[in-house]
């Protein structure tokens, strides 16, 4: 069990989508994030509409991303927290697309997320004294600055078959930092955890874990 620990939050994010994948020419007209609608009343769709992704591509690069998140900040994963995270950096991502990126009329797609879940999981890092979460921090907001200055890749757009929101990543970025503020100012420091009976099988299980790339 300890190697599936946290899996629940993340399973059932991944499920969801799966669903909406599965039943896309019924849900995906449903759920998406479209400014029109939006407009007239339909605000679920600020937060389903991250759910939705373009083809399978696009679903299985941001599945590949989260499971990612998961083996990096499975020690910090409990359901209901992972859960509530996900819902407000989504509300925040898909309120602060539709207030301040006019641009954006259709959003679909998991990605701002995921941003806001890697700076979240690196503030826990952080507040638990390992030194990874200050590079997923930091390279989370260089990769963000960088698309806002350069753009996104060319390859990725024609793989899903859609242009890449990178404003959704700026957002969910936002969106993760100010929660990872939040766990960091209001609740005191927690240091490594160690076994009475073999520390340095934890250590050494952590460090190969901030190793990920």
Same mark, same amino acid.
């Given at each position: 069990?300890?190697?599936?620990?946290?899996?629940?939050?993340?399973?059932?994010?991944?499920?969801?989508?799966?669903?909406?994948? /599965?039943?896309?020419?019924?849900?995906?007209?449903?759920?998406?994030?479209?400014?029109? *609608?939006?407009?007239?009343?339909?605000?679920?769709?600020?937060?389903? =509409?991250?759910?939705?992704?373009?083809?399978?591509?696009?679903?299985?690069?941001?599945?590949?991303?989260?499971? /990612? /998140?998961?083996?990096?900040?499975? @020690?910090?994963?409990?359901?209901?927290?992972?859960?509530?995270?996900?819902?407000?950096?989504? *509300?925040?991502?898909?309120?602060?697309?539709?207030?301040? !990126?006019?641009?954006? $009329?259709?959003?679909?797609? *998991? !990605?701002?997320?995921?941003?806001?879940?890697?700076?979240?999981? =690196?503030?826990? $890092?952080?507040?638990?004294?390992?030194? !990874?979460?200050?590079?997923?921090?930091?390279?989370?907001?260089?990769?963000?600055?960088?698309?806002?200055?350069?753009?996104? !890749?060319?390859?990725?757009?024609?793989?899903?078959?859609?242009?890449?929101?990178? $404003?959704?990543?700026?957002?969910?970025?936002?969106?993760?930092?100010?929660?990872?503020?939040?766990?960091?100012?209001?609740?005191?420091?927690?240091?490594?955890?160690?076994?009475?009976?073999?520390?340095? @099988?934890?250590?050494?299980?952590?460090?190969?874990?901030?190793?990920?790339?």
């Amino acid at each position: 069990m300890s190697r599936l620990r946290g899996i629940t939050g993340p399973l059932t994010l991944a499920l969801l989508s799966a669903i909406a994948l /599965l039943f896309a020419p019924q849900l995906e007209p449903l759920l998406r994030y479209d400014r029109t *609608l939006v407009d007239h009343g339909e605000l679920w769709r600020l937060l389903s =509409g991250h759910i939705t992704h373009t083809n399978l591509h696009h679903w299985a690069l941001n599945l590949a991303g989260l499971a /990612l /998140l998961w083996i990096l900040h499975r @020690q910090h994963y409990r359901a209901v927290t992972f859960l509530a995270v996900t819902v407000a950096t989504a *509300l925040w991502t898909g309120v602060s697309l539709h207030l301040f !990126s006019p641009h954006i $009329d259709l959003y679909l797609g *998991l !990605s701002g997320v995921l941003h806001g879940l890697i700076i979240w999981g =690196g503030c826990l $890092d952080i507040r638990a004294r390992w030194r !990874s979460g200050y590079l997923l921090v930091a390279g989370t907001w260089l990769k963000v600055g960088w698309e806002q200055v350069c753009g996104a !890749s060319a390859a990725t757009a024609r793989l899903i078959d859609a242009q890449v929101a990178l $404003d959704a990543h700026l957002w969910g970025a936002v969106a993760g930092s100010l929660l990872g503020a939040i766990v960091l100012a209001t609740i005191s420091p927690r240091p490594k955890k160690r076994s009475a009976a073999a520390p340095q @099988q934890v250590a050494a299980d952590r460090s190969g874990i901030g190793n990920q790339p």
